[in-house]
């Protein structure tokens, strides 16, 4: 399920992340599961500050990009991940940036790896580990299942 998403790693390469899909069709597939709870697009332009559905719709189609100041609000609206979101349009609008602000703040994490960099910091007891092979291996392993 598109939903479930949060931790597809983005390419560099624009319009696409790794696992092939755009963020207008992540859009539109989110649009379509709010839609089956009884949110319409209205609600969702309302939710990020449009009076009118056509931004929205216009996103979802792809023929209007996520303003970024939006993007934490949309994906409150859509119950979506909003560091997931941000980097999608991060590198599919614009890719030189997207480096730029990894390099400067690092790469934006969803509220999955942050969990997971916190367990990691809790087991390690702060202790700031290497990725040996070892412990890559195990991780490798550990996401397979």
């Given amino acids: 399920m598109l939903s479930t998403m949060e ?14 899909i755009k963020i207008h069709e992540f859009i539109a597939a989110q649009l379509e599961i709010a839609k089956t709870m009884g949110k319409t697009q209205r609600d969702v332009a309302e939710a990020i500050g449009y009076d009118k559905p056509n931004p ?3 996103m979802a189609k792809g023929t209007m990009k996520v303003p970024l ?23 599919q ?9 990894a390099q400067i703040f690092g790469t934006p994490l969803t509220k ?26 195990k991780l490798r392993a550990a996401f397979k299942e």
């Fill in 7 to 20: 931790g597809a790693k983005v390419s560099k390469t624009p319009n696409k992340t790794a696992s092939g």
């Fill in 56 to 58: 929205v719709n216009m």
């Fill in 69 to 91: 100041d939006k993007v934490p609000l949309l994906a409150r609206a859509l119950n979506v991940d909003a560091g997931f979101l941000f980097r999608l349009a991060l590198n």
């Fill in 93 to 101: 609008y614009w890719p030189d940036a997207a480096d730029a602000i």
């Fill in 112 to 137: 999955n790896e942050k969990e997971i960099i916190e367990f990691i910091r809790g087991v390690s007891k702060n202790s700031d580990p290497s990725l040996s092979r070892d412990v890559e291996a």
